[in-house]
């Protein structure tokens, strides 16, 4: 007979090589905790419906207590022989108290064990990455509040199109930060599900109370559906497609990054404390934590789509394949955590440097759309007005100069309805001021969005409180 947990129908030992392979120790070790929280709370529910007696859901618990001291005390030893968290566990216990430990796994199986677990790994830390996300759209408020009347240039294509307040821009950030607030918010509620009880898959003939052991360990409630319970991993997709989303606003924000620190750029120096140096170019300061940052938003779309393809064919309920959902799940809390951390302190001590973002439109054509509104408030239909000034255009850069450098008398051959005044709407910090409509780069209706950002961010810290 094997010696394995589940080795009673078995006359040989398994392959080593296939146990090594099939082995999830070295990545479900991260839920040690989880797994021994799961087990106390399902002891604590056999004892109360009168499973198991008080005195051996005692002798459990305790025996389990002690195991999660000594794990987090780096005194336990795991072996890929027991081949995973559950069964290390479970050996340990057996250990520690004897035979009394077999009562644990009484109406389980790893199958919901394992998918607890999860819940419960994820249950943990969604709040702190809620807490991040926060802290770094807050660090966006200050910086978008300190720069407010920051002028520079909008880019469409990459090119010059509209001069922007540089808090604007920064509130662009602010706002996708909040859908990632949302979305990362609302993964609680199926994050926050209990499937203990589902056992393999089909439930179980002892009278447990799935409800007890839900609220026990802090979860709105059991699944409805104990097959679903054991096959279910939406909460970790949606964990990882929330990830790969909030990852994508960060790359885009770190590629302009690297764009603008760049020599030709030189809108910003981030500090000396991320960035690097080359072991060649003497002079070299790298923006490496954007470009690695960058690099990472690739992994985390890696791991939502290996996990979305172990999904995809995958019969009801429990499989093996399952066992590959959690290695990215814990890859990307890793990352995202810090990462979100990095970028809260890169932005707040990154220099902006006001006078060159000034310099860029104070030379170049992103007043154009002005100079054609202008005649288009004046009543000649904008397609007109913008083909004059696309023709203004034309001209200044045949003569190596700009819309405001022209005279009123070389305006007025394009059209008679140029006056004095012109010249007030092409400077860019009127085009800026200029604009009243709604969410738009007007330094009123920024600061009525950094304000209203602030509202938020204080009533959320009250709301905590
Ligand atoms: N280590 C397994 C996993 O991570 C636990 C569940 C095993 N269940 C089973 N029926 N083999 O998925």
């Known amino acids: 007979m094997s010696e394995k947990l589940w080795g009673g129908r078995f006359n040989g030992d398994a392959n080593d090589l296939f146990l090594r392979l099939g082995a999830s120790i070295n990545v479900d070790i991260k839920m040690a905790n989880e797994d021994i929280e799961g087990s106390i709370a399902h002891a604590t529910m056999l004892s109360h419906v009168g499973i198991i007696t008080e005195a ?23 072996t890929y022989q027991n081949e995973d968290i559950h069964m290390n566990v479970e050996t340990v216990l057996t ?98 599900m209990s499937p203990i009880g589902a056992a393999a898959l089909a439930g179980t003939t002892f009278p447990i109370d799935p409800h007890f052991t839900a609220n026990e360990l802090g979860l709105d409630a059991p699944y409805n559906n104990s097959i679903d319970a054991v096959s279910d991993r939406d909460f970790a997709i949606e964990f990882l497609s929330n990830a790969s989303i909030l990852m994508m606003h960060l790359s885009r924000l770190c590629e302009e990054i690297c764009l603008w620190s760049s020599y030709e750029f030189k809108y910003v ?20 934590m954007c470009e690695l940052i960058r690099g990472k938003t690739g992994v985390v779309y890696g791991h939502l789509n290996a996990l979305l393809a172990t999904m995809k064919s995958l019969p009801l309920a429990y499989n093996k394949d399952l066992q590959e959902d959690k290695a990215g799940v814990f890859d990307t809390v890793e990352n995202i955590e810090p990462i979100l951390q990095l970028m809260t302190e890169m932005i707040a001590t990154m220099q902006v440097n006001k006078d060159r973002m000034l310099q860029a439109v104070e030379k170049d054509f992103s007043n154009a759309t002005e100079l054609a509104d202008y005649l288009s ?29 022209l005279s009123l008398e070389q305006l007025h051959n394009y059209s008679d309805l140029f006056e004095e005044d012109i010249y007030e709407d092409l400077k860019p910090h009127v085009a800026i001021q200029r604009r009243k409509s709604y969410g738009s780069t007007g330094f009123n209706e920024v600061h009525k969005q950094i304000e209203k950002a602030k509202e938020k961010l204080k009533g959320e810290m009250n709301h905590e409180e």
């Open 269 to 288: 120096e981030l500090s000396d404390a991320f960035s690097t140096g080359s072991s060649i170019m003497p002079q070299k300061k790298n923006p490496d």
């Open 95 to 192: 250990e520690k108290i004897g035979a009394v430990a077999g009562k644990l796994h009484t109406a389980r199986s790893r199958n919901d064990q394992v998918a607890l677990d999860f819940h419960l790994y994820l249950k943990k830390r969604l709040p702190q990455i809620l807490e991040l996300i926060r802290s770094f759209q807050s660090e966006l408020v200050n910086l978008a509040d300190e720069n407010l009347e920051t002028i520079m240039p909008g880019y469409t294509h990459l090119q010059h199109a509209q001069p922007i307040s540089f808090a604007h821009y920064l509130m662009a950030y602010y706002e996708m930060l909040d859908r990632d607030y949302d979305r990362f918010e609302f993964n609680q509620k199926h994050t926050n």
């Open 56 to 78: 051996e859901k005692d002798q459990i618990v305790n025996g389990l207590k002690e195991i999660k001291e000594e794990f987090n005390e780096g005194k336990l030893h795991f």
């Open 377 to 405: 408030a004046k009543g000649l239909p904008f397609r007109q007005a913008h083909r004059i000034a696309g023709e203004l255009v034309a001209k200044c850069i045949n003569e190596n100069c700009y819309l405001q450098d």
